[in-house]
């Protein structure tokens, strides 16, 4: 852990060029002074080899967005572990709402490409959250304990080795966002069931994902079982998100 002990990671999802790329990694990586949280970008697949250039030796880490539940073989146009770690890619996104809602991602899936991950040494950071029905319906804690709960049998002790993101669906893109004491509450509740999974729970971080953005950052770490941020379109804006790095390095 860095000596803030926040992890914050920036979801590029389908966003970027090389000419763009090359701007903005050059951009953040000149601002990083003054920044000892943890913190890393999980770009498309496509500019994986360009990051890992562009980032090799420095203080951000490498993520990609999502892995295959596949080792290997006949699976057209899925990306394996083994294929991400030659890129010295050191966390994946699994079960964003956004591949469970348009890819059809189910908990079983989604807990396997886990288990890929981790076999193959990458940190995954697994999503879970509530739809706005689920939210209304006052679903919120049975749904995320369902999805953490799949990821949790099929990985058993391993589960120490992850990151947990908790993205309330109705708050990303949307500019809604959890206040600090909703995303606390649901964060307690992870933290609970982690601690009934494994003796280690504490290295698990959970990260807040949902419209978090330099304005209401601060609000949110400042929460006991807030341990940083999965950030979004704030992630594409080098300036956002470096205040955001600064905000979690306090």
């Known amino acids: 852990m860095g000596m803030s002990g926040k992890l914050m990671v920036g979801n590029w999802k389908m966003n970027g060029s090389l000419a763009a790329n090359t701007s903005l990694l050059s951009e953040l990586l000149s601002g990083m002074g003054g920044v000892n949280c943890l913190a890393a970008v999980c770009v498309p697949a496509t500019h994986l080899a360009q990051a890992q250039s562009l980032l090799a030796g420095s203080a951000l880490a490498l993520g990609a967005q999502d892995v295959s539940a596949h080792e290997s073989g006949a699976y057209t146009g899925e990306v394996s572990a083994a294929m991400l770690r030659d890129f010295a890619v050191r966390y994946v996104i699994v079960g964003h709402s956004e591949r469970r809602q348009f890819h059809g991602e189910t908990d079983t899936v989604v807990a396997h490409k886990a288990q890929r991950a981790l076999a193959a040494g990458i940190t995954p950071i697994v999503c879970v959250g509530e739809s706005l029905a689920e939210h209304e319906a006052g679903q ?22 992850i990151v947990v993101a908790y993205e309330p669906v109705w708050a990303i893109g949307t500019g809604l966002t959890a206040t600090p004491e909703q995303a606390q509450a649901v964060h307690a509740v992870l933290r609970a069931q982690l601690q009934a999974a494994t003796a280690h729970s504490q290295r698990v971080p959970i990260l807040y994902g949902g419209s978090m953005n330099a304005g209401n950052v601060a609000g949110l770490l400042a929460q006991p079982d807030v341990d940083g941020g999965l950030i979004g379109g704030a992630s594409l804006k080098a300036p956002d998100f470096l205040s955001m790095l600064k905000a979690a390095s306090r």
């Open 140 to 161: 919120t804690e049975a749904v995320v304990k369902r999805q953490l709960a799949a990821v949790i049998h099929t990985n058993g002790h391993c589960i120490s080795e």
